[in-house]
C-alpha cells in the first residue's frame, strides 16, 4: 500500500496561516499609525494573570477613574485606555482632546470565569512624552490590586511542584 500526504494542504495551511500572521501586522502598522507617530506596543508573553479578587480590585478602581466622571480612565469590555486628564464631553471630540497615554488590552473569563488576563499594552506618543512606559502603564493599573507588572503571576509560567519538574527535565535531557 503506498501512502500519500496532503503537500497542497500543507501548502494551503501555510498560506493560510501567513496570511493572518500578514494581516495582523498590517492592522498593528494601521493601529499605530491612527494613534500617533509613535507607539510603543508589547505583546506581554507570558500573559499576566489577575485572580479574581485582584481582577476585581481592579475594575472597581478604573470604575472610580472613568474619565466621562473626572478620572483618566476609560475602560470597555476589551481595553483600558487611560488619558492625559478626563473628558469635557463625551464625543469623540472631548476624547480626541483628553490626550490618549495608552490602552491595556485585555481577556476577561481566561483562562477561568473570574480571571483577567493582560496580553497587549500600548503606549502613545503622548504617553511616552509623559513619561510612560508599558512597565509603568501595567504597573499602575497593577497597582489597584497591589500588583506590579513584575510581581503579577504569568500563563504558562510553572510554579511549585510543576517548575521543579521543568527545571529537572531540563537539567538532565538535553535535545539537540
Given at each position: 500500500?503506498?501512502?500519500?500526504?496532503?503537500?497542497?494542504?500543507?501548502?494551503?495551511?501555510?498560506?493560510?496561516?501567513?496570511?493572518?500572521?500578514?494581516?495582523?501586522?498590517?492592522?498593528?502598522?494601521?493601529?499605530?499609525?491612527?494613534?500617533?507617530?509613535?507607539?510603543v506596543t508589547e505583546i506581554v508573553r507570558p500573559a499576566a494573570l489577575l485572580s479574581g479578587q485582584h481582577a476585581q480590585a481592579v475594575l472597581d478602581e478604573l470604575a472610580n477613574r472613568d474619565v466621562r466622571l473626572?478620572?483618566?480612565?476609560?475602560?470597555?469590555?476589551?481595553?483600558?485606555?487611560?488619558?492625559?486628564?478626563?473628558?469635557?464631553?463625551?464625543?469623540?471630540?472631548?476624547?480626541?482632546?483628553?490626550?490618549?497615554?495608552?490602552s491595556i488590552q485585555v481577556a476577561h473569563g481566561s483562562p477561568s470565569r473570574d480571571e483577567i488576563t493582560i496580553f497587549r499594552v500600548t503606549v502613545t506618543l503622548c504617553g511616552s512624552r509623559n513619561g510612560y512606559t508599558v512597565q509603568s502603564l501595567c504597573d499602575l493599573v497593577l497597582g489597584f490590586a497591589g500588583l506590579t507588572f513584575a510581581s503579577c503571576p504569568r500563563i504558562g509560567v510553572p510554579t511549585g511542584h510543576l517548575a521543579m519538574r521543568a527545571s529537572f527535565i531540563a537539567s538532565h535531557w538535553s535535545i539537540g
Amino acid at each position: 500500500m503506498i501512502e500519500t500526504t496532503d503537500v497542497a494542504g500543507d501548502i494551503d495551511a501555510a498560506s493560510a496561516a501567513r496570511d493572518a500572521a500578514l494581516e495582523s501586522a498590517a492592522l498593528e502598522t494601521l493601529a499605530s499609525l491612527l494613534y500617533d507617530d509613535l507607539t510603543v506596543t508589547e505583546i506581554v508573553r507570558p500573559a499576566a494573570l489577575l485572580s479574581g479578587q485582584h481582577a476585581q480590585a481592579v475594575l472597581d478602581e478604573l470604575a472610580n477613574r472613568d474619565v466621562r466622571l473626572g478620572g483618566q480612565w476609560l475602560v470597555e469590555r476589551d481595553c483600558w485606555r487611560l488619558y492625559e486628564r478626563p473628558w469635557d464631553g463625551v464625543d469623540a471630540r472631548s476624547a480626541a482632546s483628553a490626550g490618549l497615554i495608552g490602552s491595556i488590552q485585555v481577556a476577561h473569563g481566561s483562562p477561568s470565569r473570574d480571571e483577567i488576563t493582560i496580553f497587549r499594552v500600548t503606549v502613545t506618543l503622548c504617553g511616552s512624552r509623559n513619561g510612560y512606559t508599558v512597565q509603568s502603564l501595567c504597573d499602575l493599573v497593577l497597582g489597584f490590586a497591589g500588583l506590579t507588572f513584575a510581581s503579577c503571576p504569568r500563563i504558562g509560567v510553572p510554579t511549585g511542584h510543576l517548575a521543579m519538574r521543568a527545571s529537572f527535565i531540563a537539567s538532565h535531557w538535553s535535545i539537540g
